[in-house]
T-cell receptor, first 110, second 112 residues
Framework: NAGVTQTPKFRVLKTGQSMTLLCAQD?????MYWYRQDPGMGLRLIHY???????AKGEVPDGYNVSRLKKQNFLLGLESAAPSQTSVYFC?????????FGPGTRLTVT | DAKTTQPPSMDCAEGRAANLPCNHS???????VYWYRQIHSQGPQYIIH???NNETNEMASLIITEDRKSSTLILPHATLRDTAVYYC?????????????FGGGTRLMVKP
């Protein structure tokens, strides 16, 4: 099993550009999450999903959209990137009490 | 979810036990204590969780005080690879979305 994978690993965007981050899990987990982590800080929840076709806002959802069309995939979109969205983005999935995290995507917005 | 307080940093000698404290004085009766760690910019990794009894697994031991207002994560024989940020999180075991709220954590430095 690959676990949780994230694509891409690194990306540089210009202000105003858009992009989609892909998270995939092969553990048949119901729950999936997107977090961001700024330097020296803990993770903050952006959006999450409790099942295919459902999404909900987390702590810091502004500027992001998500979709969960397939159970194994959770997409995070930035419609108009801003320098404040420079961060490391982590995806996670869970079936119950334990969350499994991906390796992260390092995004820089200039 | 109850808020937790952890020291920002700790040092430990390699081969010695690392004892990481966490205060959660407002914990509710149905809230569990979870520990995760994050090694150098990798994704966080689950370590252990418990409700009121002490717990042990292959990675660590979790000691929860009788009043449940604080807990200690114990790494019995710390190695250099245990250098990481350790997060103590309190939440119900099956809440809406099973979300985790990460604080600042404790940066553990294991030294040779």
């Amino acid at each position: 099993n690959a676990g949780v994978t994230q694509t891409p690993k690194f990306r540089v965007l210009k202000t105003g550009q858009s992009m989609t981050l892909l998270c995939a899990q092969d553990m048949n987990h119901e729950y999936m999450y997107w977090y961001r982590q700024d330097p020296g800080m803990g993770l903050r929840l952006i959006h999450y999903s409790v099942g295919e076709g459902t999404t909900a806002k987390g702590e810091v959802p502004d500027g992001y959209n998500v979709s969960r069309l397939k159970k194994q995939n959770f997409l995070l979109g930035l419609e108009s990137a801003a320098p404040s969205q420079t961060s490391v983005y982590f995806c996670a999935s869970s079936l119950g009490y334990e969350q499994y995290f991906g390796p992260g995507t390092r995004l820089t917005v200039t | 979810d109850a808020k937790t307080t952890q020291p920002p940093s700790m040092d430990c000698a390699e081969g010695r036990a690392a004892n990481l404290p966490c205060n959660h004085s407002t914990i509710s009766g149905n809230e569990y204590v979870y520990w995760y760690r994050q090694i150098h910019s990798q994704g966080p990794q689950y370590i252990i969780h418990g409700l009121k009894n002490n717990e042990t697994n292959e990675m660590a031991s979790l000691i929860i005080t009788e009043d449940r207002k604080s807990s200690t994560l114990i790494l019995p024989h710390a190695t250099l690879r245990d250098t990481a940020v350790y997060y103590c999180i309190v939440r119900v075991i099956r809440g809406a979305g099973n979300m985790l709220t990460f604080g600042g954590g404790t940066r553990l430095m294991v030294k040779p």
